[in-house]
């Protein structure tokens, strides 16, 4: 069973920072590309950043170019999301992802909320 576990998540004021982590079971982690994306209330779902396999290649939403640096450890099974310079409009879910086997497999999610 394909499993991610992300965690992270929290309240921050606005201009601070978090870091998201993923953790993933049930595939080949480092054969797969994996992405961040989030969802506000009330709004869809929003792809925040995908990285390849080996980690060379990153991109990200406008929005968050430049605040936001997605990376992984393929030894850890793990991807990151650091997120600096938070704005209140970063609150939402925040869930990483994985395309399997013709599907987008989600883990439960990780609250961020930006506040003051």
């Known amino acids: 069973e394909v499993l991610l576990v992300e965690s992270g998540g929290g309240l921050v004021q606005p201009g601070g920072s978090l870091r998201l982590s993923c953790v993933g079971s049930?595939?080949?982690?480092?054969?797969?590309?994996m992405k961040w994306a989030r969802q506000a209330p009330g709004q869809g779902l929003e792809w925040v950043s995908r990285i390849s396999t080996d980690g060379t290649k990153t991109t990200y939403l406008p929005s968050v170019n430049g605040r936001f640096t997605i990376s992984r450890d393929n030894a850890k099974n793990t991807v990151y999301l650091q997120m600096n310079s938070l704005k209140t409009e970063d609150t939402a879910v925040y869930y990483c992802?994985?395309?399997?086997?013709?599907?987008?497999?989600r883990g439960q999610g990780t609250q961020v909320t930006v506040s003051s």
């Open positions: 992802a994985v395309p399997y086997s013709g599907y987008t497999v």
């Open positions: 049930g595939f080949q982690f480092s054969n797969y590309e």
